[in-house]
C-alpha cells in the first residue's frame, strides 16, 4: 500500500456515554456505505454490530465490533465501542489503536460523566476528533447548549461546522456553514436532503455569526487564512476544509455536527467528514517503541509498507469455529497469509493462518493486511492483548496498553465436581479476551475468585458462561483479602520433643518477633553463633516460619510485615532432623505472633469520583458511611472530583449504589492503595465469622 493508498484510509472510533445512540449511527453508516441493505434496530435486537446475545437482550454494546466500509474511495475502519463503565478496556483498547474518533452526544443529556471519562481516555492517545450532537429529533434536544457542554465541560474547541434547521419534531435539515446552503431532509427518503435551498432569512443572522466563529478559529491555526481574515477577504471552501482538516489532526478544533441517526438524518454528512477532517495513518506521528532487551533505545518506525512489519495486537476473541482470533492495528510493513512473525513481546515466533477483515461478526479472507490497516489474524496462540508482532530480524516492543485493575469479585464455583475442569477452561478463554476480567484461585479458601469492573461486566461474564460454554456456576460472596501483623516485639521459646521407639525427634528454638514498617512484607534473619544449630537445620526454621505466616495464628489470613530472628536453640546428634527443626519453627511462631498484639490488616482502596454539583452532598454522605475518608474535592467545567480512601470491604455493590443516589450521572474509578489496620470492633466480627467457616468445614 503505496502513501497515497494509505492516505485513503481513515481507522475511526465511536465513542460516547450509554444510550447516546452510537450503534444506531454505525448501523445508519453501513447502510449508506451500501455495507447491509435492511437497517436494525438496536431497541428491536436486529443491529448488525451487536451480535452477542446479551447485547440483543439489552441493547447494549458489549465488544468492540470492527467494520469496514468504502467512501468515497476511501476505506473506513470503524469500531463500535461501548458507552457502559463497566466495559472500558473496549474503550481503552480501541483508542490506542484509533487515528480519530467520532464523539457522539445526545442532543437532550449533552456531555455525561461517561462522555468525559472516554474523552479523558482518547486525549491520553492524542486521537483528533470530530463531534456529532445526535437525537435531534428528541423533545429537549439543544445543539446550541450541547456544544457549549463540549466547551466548557471538556475543554474543548468546539467548532460548528454546521447549524441545525429546527429541533424536536421541526428538525427538518442543517445549514452548512462552509458552503452557506440551506439542506432539507425528506421523511420519506431514508435522510436524503431532498432540496438544497438559499438559507432562510430567519436563520441567516445566526448563520452569518456561527460562519464568522468558524473562519475565526480556524484563522487562528492558519497563517494564509489569518492574513485573509485580517483583510477582510473571504476563503474558498476548499481553504477552510484544509485549515479545518490540519487543525482537526493536530487536536486543535472539534468540527461539530448535528442530526438524527434513527431518523437517517445527518449520516452522510457525518462520513463526509470523517473522510474530510479525520487523520489517514500516514497523517499520524510515526510509531514510537523500544528495543527488545533494551527499554531506553527508543526506535521509530514510518506508516510506510517499506518499513519493517510491526504491529499491536490489541483484542482477542474466541469463536466456536475460527478458534482465537486476534484483532491488531498494522502500524509498519505488512504480513502476508502463511508467514512467520515474532511475538517480541513474549520472544516466541508465530505462524500467521488466514487474514480476514471484519464486518461485524462475518468475515472476509485476505491474503495480505498493509500498514494503517486493522484486522483480524488465525493462529497467534501465545499471543495476548497488548502484545507486539513483528518482523523477527528488526524487532521492536511497541508502547503496550494500560487496563484499569478490576474493582468489584465475587466466588464461582461448579454446579457439580463433573464441571470444574469445563469452569476452569471457560474462565481462562474470557479472562484471554478481556484484561480487565481476573480469575485467581484463592489459596486461603480454595474458592476461584473472578474479578472485574463492576456487576454489570460479571453479570455479563456469568452469562457469557451459560451461554456459551454451557456452564452454569453458583456464585457467592467473596472474601476480603485481609491480611495479619503485629504490633510488638516478643520472643519465644519453644522445645519439639517426641519420643515414639526407635529414633525420636528433637528441635529447640528461640525466635525473636518484631513488627516491620507497612509494605515491607518478611524478613528472616539468624543470630545464632557456634553450631549451637547445625546450618544445614537453619532453612527448615524458615520454611516452618513460612509455614505458619500462610494462615495466621489470629485469623487465618496470611501474615505479612514481621520479622523473625533466630536467636538460640539446641539439636540432638540423633533425634535431630529437618522436619523436626521445620515444626519447632511453624509452632515458636505461632505461640509468638499470639503475644505480640496481633492485628488485622484490611486493603483500602483509592477512589475518584465524578458527580455533578446537585449530588455532592449525597456522594460524600456514603464515602462517610462506608468508613471512608475524603482526601480533597477539586472542581473542573462545573463537574466535582472527589477523591477518597474507602476499605475494599465497604465497596461491594458501591457502584450500583452511587448510580442510583446520583440519576446515574455520577462514576467512579478505584484502585488497590495500600493495606491499614481494621478497627478493633470490625476485626473481631471477622475472625468471629472466621472462626465459623473454619467449624464449617
Known amino acids: 500500500m503505496g502513501k497515497q493508498e494509505l492516505m485513503r484510509v481513515r481507522n475511526v472510533g465511536i465513542m460516547a456515554h450509554i444510550d447516546a445512540g452510537k450503534t444506531t449511527a454505525t448501523e445508519r453508516i453501513l447502510f449508506y456505505a451500501g455495507k447491509i441493505h435492511r437497517i436494525g ?222 431518523k437517517n438524518k445527518g449520516i452522510k454528512p457525518l462520513i463526509n467528514a470523517v473522510v474530510d477532517y479525520l487523520p489517514s495513518p500516514a497523517d499520524r506521528p510515526p510509531v514510537i517503541g523500544v528495543k527488545v532487551n533494551d527499554e531506553a533505545a527508543e526506535i521509530e518506525r514510518e506508516p510506510s509498507t517499506a518499513e519493517p512489519f510491526s504491529a499491536l495486537a490489541f483484542k482477542i476473541q474466541t469463536d466456536k469455529h475460527m478458534g482465537k482470533m486476534t484483532f ?46 486493522i484486522g483480524v489474524v488465525i493462529g497467534l496462540a501465545d499471543t495476548m492483548t497488548g502484545d507486539t508482532i513483528c518482523n523477527q530480524e528488526q524487532p521492536i516492543i511497541l508502547e503496550t496498553i494500560e487496563f484499569p485493575a478490576p474493582v468489584v469479585a465475587v466466588s464461582v464455583k461448579p454446579e457439580s465436581r463433573a464441571d470444574q475442569e469445563k469452569l476452569s477452561l471457560s474462565l481462562a478463554k474470557l479472562a484471554a479476551e478481556d484484561p480487565t476480567f481476573v480469575v485467581r484461585t484463592d489459596e486461603e479458601t480454595k474458592e476461584t475468585i473472578i474479578s472485574g469492573m463492576g456487576e454489570l461486566h460479571l453479570e455479563i461474564i ?39 521407639g526407635g529414633h525420636g525427634q528433637y528441635a529447640h528454638v528461640v525466635l525473636e518477633l518484631e513488627p516491620l514498617p507497612p509494605g515491607k512484607g518478611f524478613e528472616f534473619i539468624n543470630k545464632t553463633v557456634g553450631g549451637i544449630i547445625p546450618k544445614e537445620y537453619i532453612p527448615s526454621i524458615e520454611k516452618g516460619v513460612l509455614d505458619a505466616m500462610e494462615k495466621g495464628p489470629y485469623a487465618g489470613f496470611p501474615v505479612v510485615n514481621v520479622r523473625v530472628t533466630l536467636t538460640d536453640g539446641s539439636f540432638h546428634p540423633v533425634d535431630s532432623s529437618e522436619m523436626a527443626f521445620r515444626t519447632a519453627g511453624s509452632i515458636c511462631f505461632k505461640a509468638a505472633f499470639k503475644k505480640a498484639s496481633p492485628e488485622l490488616l484490611e486493603p483500602i482502596m483509592s477512589a475518584e469520583i465524578t458527580t455533578p454539583e446537585d449530588y455532592l452532598g449525597p456522594v460524600t454522605q456514603t464515602i462517610g458511611s462506608k468508613r471512608g475518608k475524603i482526601l480533597r474535592i477539586d472542581m473542573k467545567n462545573g463537574t466535582r472530583f472527589v477523591k477518597a480512601e474507602v476499605p475494599l470491604a465497604e465497596t461491594f455493590g458501591y457502584t450500583t449504589e452511587l448510580r442510583n443516589i446520583s440519576s446515574g450521572r455520577a462514576a467512579a474509578s478505584m484502585h488497590f492503595e495500600h493495606y491499614e489496620a481494621v478497627p478493633f470492633s470490625i476485626a473481631e466480627e471477622v475472625v468471629e465469622k472466621r472462626q465459623k467457616e473454619r467449624e464449617r468445614r
Open 41 to 262: 434496530e438496536v431497541h428491536d435486537g436486529a443491529s448488525t454490530m451487536d451480535w452477542m446475545e446479551q447485547e440483543k437482550e439489552r441493547g447494549i454494546t458489549i465488544t468492540s465490533a470492527a467494520t469496514t466500509i468504502e467512501w468515497r474511495k476511501h476505506q473506513i475502519n470503524i469500531i463500535d465501542t461501548p458507552g457502559h463503565v463497566d466495559f472500558t478496556a473496549e474503550v481503552e483498547r480501541s483508542l490506542r489503536v484509533l487515528d480519530g474518533a467520532i464523539a457522539l452526544f445526545c442532543a437532550v443529556g449533552g456531555v455525561q460523566p461517561q462522555s468525559e471519562t472516554v474523552w479523558r481516555q482518547s486525549e491520553k492517545y492524542n486521537v483528533p476528533k470530530i463531534a456529532y450532537i445526535n437525537k435531534m429529533d428528541r423533545f429537549g434536544a439543544d445543539f446550541y447548549s450541547v456544544v457549549t457542554d463540549i466547551q466548557q465541560m471538556l475543554g474543548a474547541n468546539a467548532v460548528p461546522v454546521m447549524l441545525p434547521i429546527g429541533a424536536e419534531d421541526e428538525f427538518h435539515g442543517y445549514v452548512d456553514l462552509i458552503e452557506m446552503r440551506a439542506h432539507y431532509y425528506s421523511d420519506h427518503e431514508k435522510g436524503t436532503p431532498h432540496r438544497e435551498t438559499d438559507i432562510p432569512a430567519a436563520l441567516m443572522t445566526k448563520a452569518e455569526e456561527y460562519r464568522r466563529f468558524l473562519i475565526e478559529r480556524v484563522s487562528e491555526q492558519d497563517e494564509m487564512l489569518l492574513e485573509k481574515f485580517i483583510a477582510e477577504e473571504t476563503p474558498n471552501s476548499k481553504e477552510i476544509i484544509d485549515a479545518l482538516r490540519a487543525a482537526t489532526i493536530r487536536c486543535d478544533i472539534i468540527p461539530v455536527l448535528c442530526g438524527s441517526a434513527y
Open 462 to 500: 456469568l452469562d457469557r458462561l451459560k451461554r456459551e460454554f454451557n456452564v452454569k456456576p453458583e456464585t457467592g460472596s467473596p472474601q476480603v483479602a485481609y491480611r495479619e501483623t503485629i504490633m510488638r516485639t516478643v520472643t519465644e521459646n519453644t522445645k519439639f520433643v517426641k519420643q515414639s
Open 328 to 373: 491488531i492495528r498494522v502500524y509498519s510493513g505488512k504480513v502476508e497469509a502463511g508467514s512467520y512473525v515474532y511475538n517480541s513481546t513474549r520472544d516466541k515466533k508465530q505462524r500467521v493462518g488466514r487474514i480476514f477483515q471484519m464486518h461485524a461478526n462475518k468475515i472476509v479472507d485476505k491474503d495480505v493486511i498493509y500498514c494503517g490497516e
